[in-house]
């Protein structure tokens, strides 16, 4: 039978922090002695509010001195350090408020204790962190309070749509004193539930990571088991967190606690932190037998947390779960999930139990924390870090790409047999018809492939492919030219032309006496001669390449806009003047015959 769920299901009232109500800024009036005895009527307080809501004095105060206004005490509560842009899903840091947190004279300089609970939305996260805050202002026997005492503190309600974005810490810092005698500052941070309707992937993974990377306790939430989507999903958060980390260690986090809210089984493991490691020992074991997946996922959860324990927790009562006007009374709780609370809070919390945050081996003050928030936030802000995907779209993608490597691989190797390296040279023509219908076979199979994302998603990819194979045929037809003997020796050629040219040019200029142009005609000559040389050496030798490249590109473009036209048009003057000849021959033969004919 399936548990009822917990706190999640609760609340559709919405409980806050308590605020000042105006009746709290009334007092008394008390009589106040002068030092002469005289009765005077007091200054009062109480706002005597007009239609325009502002503060009419008392007719009796007349003209006395205005009374110095004393500041009052900031309430503490929650404050949002991590923004949610939830049109850009994107996330920004809020640093003034975490500086006027953090950098408090009393706090700055301490070694920081940060307690964060994670996991998916509405798990009752804000309702165990306000637990927390009671234990930490009334650390005591008696810290759970009364049975009729409403529950304050992080935001929290029961129903179906999230409450909590982003990241949260309680703006009051706690001061520890340790059984050693030194002190500490503990910090309570609250996160965005993952997987709600409104995040992807990346913010989820995004705000997990950032809680782990801060955190020195972080309290990993679920209900009922601890499934495989869950290792899982812890894995691709622990895993976008090390990323983000300049330097890696042997172990990146430090504490990870699994609470199992709602636990059903307690006849197979026991509540509890004992029950809860038990359990967990067994959950997290590598077989030998188990799927190589299964057995990354394990040992990557493993490498990652110096420690990790689990807490199993009673399902808190029919009453949380049914009663929408629950307001975390424990009047209205069960009895085993009260016991089990009073065990878990102090289990995180007590002062011999705090785990200060370490970063490389090294105790982070607050001062430093304010630094790593800062820096952490810059890098997912970025586009250094890939971005976490969902488990369709990674294997659509991954189906994708074996299609289009599938495609690709077969067009190469059709081509090859026509023009691989021990074929002999291609007409281009010929080599272009053969990749235009290899191209559209490659193409045809690709579409035939079952693939998973949809005919949009596919369309990119087949894009891409087409954009692959031309490229692939460039290349073919690059190493097809290559085996084309006059292709080949068309920079020799090319050059020794310049060189028979400028001997001509050279040799008529200085007979008719221009030296000058003679002189320029030697000059390009032996250039064109150095150039071979070079040329021939970088061939023979297989040293200065890019030299060779250079020389190439200058032959040929000398070949194609200087020697090819002078060339076709040489040509097509001598077929012109081939074409009359062989007119005016064949004109002349019928008028001879024509006369010989007559003749007879």
Known sequence: MRCVSGVEDVPRCKWTPSLVKPEDLEFEEEAAQDQGGKTQRPHTLTSKLGVDGATTPSPDEGFQEEEKKVPEKEVARPIQIVLANEDEHSFELDEEALEKMLLQ??????NVVVVSVAGAFRKGKSFLLDFMLRYMHRQGESWMGGDDEPLSGFSWRGGCERETTGIQVWSEVFVVERPDGTKVAVLLVDTQGAFDSQSTIKDCATVFA????????????????????????LQLFTEYGRLAMEQIYLKPFQSLMFLIRDWCYPYEHGYGLQGGNAFLEKRLQVKQNQHEELQNVRKHIHSCFSNIGCFLQPHPGLKVATNPYFDGRLKDIDEDFKTHLAELVPLLLAPDRLVEKEIGGNKVTCRDLVEYFKAYIKIYQGEELPHPKSMLQATAEANNLTAVAGAKDMYSKSMETICGGDKPYMAPSDLERCHEEFRECSVRHFRSVKKMGGDEFCQRYQNRLEAELDETYAAFSRHNDGKNIFYAARTPATLFAVMFATYVVSGITGFVGLSTLAALANLVMGVALLSLCTWAYVKYSGEFRELGALIDLLAENL???VLKPLSEHYMEDNVRQTVVNSL?????????QHARLKTH
């Open 559 to 561: 070949w194609e806009q």
């Open 105 to 110: 004279d009393h706090v700055k300089d301490l």
């Open 584 to 592: 005016k021959a064949s004109l002349t033969e019928q008028a001879s």
């Open 210 to 233: 950032l809680s782990t990377m801060t955190s020195s306790v972080q309290v990993y939430n679920l209900t009922q088991n601890v499934q495989e989507d869950d290792l899982q999903h």
